[in-house]
């Protein structure tokens, strides 16, 4: 006699994973024994096919491709297409969890507005100064040598602003911002430690990372980028988050868990930023710690009984580290710091000759050797080390007063977020202004074209938007 059965929710669920996981690792092992993919690849497309089911098991499918998106700056997991053989600030097309991400999000949203469930905020304190630096770019096209690289850094530049615009709609309460905190610290936490593991290994080298050793005199040591594989973008990377950290560890309505996460994050934050030897890091990382605790103590989230503990703490990573921190400042670097003084006078130049528009956005280096003069020949080539002179220099005036506008833009939520005294929004707030100052130093140093670097600016537009709305909701209905 045959019994008919009742297969319950969980088990259908348990089951569509188990074949999909079947399938995936199926697919990939016929895969490699057929072709040699980078481990990105395999990276990549374990983790859209795999977790994107169980998010959807879940019922929490937005915010479960949130978290990539966050976690995304840190993982940089992305492959490239369109590679181009020229050192360009973006050389490719990169596809990664953000890119995947977004398609679905986009998706969705479009489905919830096509029914009537959702709307849409135009953010326009934000958005329109984020698209005049974005039409500034498409406008220096007309002086470009190389379009197919003015094209790619657009792309960017519009995935980027795709990924802020779906935040700054969508991070709607107070959860939330404790939930992208909590990933953020979380991710702050992974690359810590892919620094210390990459430092400590020497010589071990996977997926592409590992230790670049460097000769300061008579010493060698090894510097680490961790999962974010150049330590200059490392260090980009890990101020505005350890602020983060910071602002999570003062702020009095914060749980255990966060502020237990941030207390681990933090200090292993720091050491990897020491370990990256980046003489921009470490400035940036002093002025942006100078400028929370100024805003700190202004608004008492933080006493000075607090700073003394901090600043003992920061004192004996730094002791503990002293001998490379005093060889890299001290010691001959052999011309790198020297050797990016031709390099602003090149941009200079292009920007003497194009002054409104620039050369073409992302195409420094297709020109550059037409702007050499007497003092600059024989010099090293490379993107110009200073953010605001590669705009300028691709863009023109008009792209960098943009830039400059959409940055203010993203300072002002910021300190109206900071202005609450609200126990979440003003120590976030505070966080928030003070990665800002520590980023506008950095890009004084370096050429801050990483994907990394600039998704995470970004995404700081988004919460510092999104925050300061929230802030004018809750004001208003108090």
């Known amino acids: 006699m045959m019994h008919a059965y009742r297969l319950s929710k969980g088990t259908w669920i348990l089951g569509t994973l188990s074949v999909a996981v079947g399938l995936v690792i199926g697919a990939f092992v016929i895969g490699l024994s057929i072709v040699d993919p980078p481990l990105e690849w395999f990276l990549l497309l374990v983790l859209a096919s795999i977790l994107a089911p169980i998010a959807v098991g879940a019922g929490k499918t937005k915010r479960f491709l949130v978290a990539l998106i966050v976690l995304d700056v840190s993982l940089k997991l992305d492959i490239q297409l369109f590679s181009q053989p020229i050192n360009a600030s973006v050389d490719g097309l990169w596809v990664s969890l953000t890119s995947l991400s977004l398609l679905v999000l986009y998706g969705l949203w479009t489905i919830e507005l096509l029914t009537g469930r959702a709307k849409i905020d135009p953010c326009v304190s934000v958005s329109l100064p984020a698209l005049c630096f974005i039409a500034t770019g498409l406008l220096s096209v007309h002086n470009s040598k190389a379009p197919i690289l003015s094209a790619l850094e657009l792309a ?10 779906y935040l700054a709609n969508h991070l709607q309460d107070l959860d939330d911002f404790r939930f992208i905190s909590r990933v953020l610290l979380a991710g702050l936490l992974i690359v810590a430690l892919s620094i210390l593991a990459m430092y400590f290994l020497e010589g071990f080298r996977f997926m592409g990372l ?6 300061m005199g008579s010493e060698r040591f090894v510097r680490s980028g961790g999962l974010l594989k150049h330590p200059n973008v490392a260090a980009t990377y890990l101020v505005p988050i350890s602020m983060m950290a910071l602002a999570i560890l003062v702020s009095v309505s914060e749980a255990n868990f966060g502020r237990l996460l941030a207390l681990v994050s933090l200090p292993l934050g720091v050491v990897a930023l020491i370990l990256t030897f980046s003489r921009g890091g470490w400035v940036s990382f002093a002025v942006a710690g100078l400028v929370f605790t100024l805003l700190a103590l202004r608004r008492k989230l933080l006493r000075w009984q607090h700073v003394v503990p901090l600043i003992a703490v920061l004192g004996l990573l730094v ?18 710091a020297l050797s990016r003084i031709p390099l602003s006078i090149i941009a200079l130049n292009m920007i003497k000759a194009h002054p409104w528009i620039g050369v073409g956005i992302n195409n420094f280096m297709v020109v550059v050797k037409q702007y050499l003069t007497p003092g600059t020949y024989g010099a090293w080539l490379a993107p110009v080390h200073n953010k605001y002179l590669l705009v300028w220099s691709e863009t023109g005036t008009i792209g960098i007063l ?3 506008l959409f940055y203010l833009a993203i300072g002002k939520e910021a300190w109206q977020c900071y202005k609450s005294d609200h126990p979440v929004f003003s120590p976030l707030g505070a966080a928030l202004l003070a990665g800002l100052c520590g980023y506008a130093t950095h890009m004084m140093l370096d050429r801050f074209g990483s994907r990394s670097a600039l998704q ?23």
């Open 402 to 404: 943009s830039f400059i």
């Open 456 to 478: 995470l600016l970004w995404l700081i537009a988004a919460i510092a938007y999104s925050m300061r709305r929230l802030r004018d909701v809750l004001v208003g209905d108090a």
């Open 319 to 336: 002791f503990l580290f002293h001998e490379p921190i005093l060889h890299r400042l001290l010691v001959d670097d052999y011309g790198s």
């Open 210 to 215: 590992g230790g670049e050793t460097l000769e």
């Open 156 to 165: 960017l530049n519009a995935e980027l602003f795709l990924m802020y615009f």
